[in-house]
């Protein structure tokens, strides 16, 4: 069973910087899917930004673009999120997130029913 664990998160200002890290165990996250997904209070969870297995593809939520970046250490068995120009609507509980890939394919998957494996999620609040 995998396990993910989120770490990083809490109070910033606006303008700033974050950086979330998920660390991953029971398995190799290099096996994986990787996203990030948050939920802001009285909203959906929504998608933020997700990576291939391979590393090699990227999807982003239009909100985020040039600002947020997902990286992997596959030695530390760990995926960062890296947040920049933080601002008020970036607040939200932030949550990792692991999927199996589709057999033969290096898709990212932006979908939540598309994630099998979650972490208990870490909050990020931007103040102004």
């Known amino acids: 069973q995998l396990q993910l664990v989120e770490s990083g998160g809490g109070l910033v200002q606006t303008g700033g910087s974050l950086r979330l890290s998920c660390a991953v165990s029971g398995g190799s996250s290099s096996l994986y899917v990787m996203g990030w997904f948050r939920q802001a209070p009285g909203k959906e969870r929504e998608f933020v930004i997700g990576?291939?297995?391979?590393?090699?593809?990227?999807a982003y939520a239009d909100s985020v673009k040039g600002r947020f970046t997902i990286s992997r250490n596959n030695a530390k068995n760990t995926v960062y999120l890296q947040m920049n120009s933080l601002n008020a609507e970036d607040s939200a509980v932030y949550y990792c997130?692991?999927?199996?890939?589709?057999?033969?394919?290096?898709?990212?998957?932006?979908?939540?029913?598309?994630?099998?494996?979650w972490g208990q999620g870490i909050e990020v609040t931007v103040s102004s």
């Open positions: 990576n291939s297995r391979s590393g090699g593809s990227t």
């Open positions: 997130a692991a999927g199996i890939p589709v057999l033969g394919s290096d898709i990212v998957k932006v979908h939540d029913y598309e994630y099998r494996y």
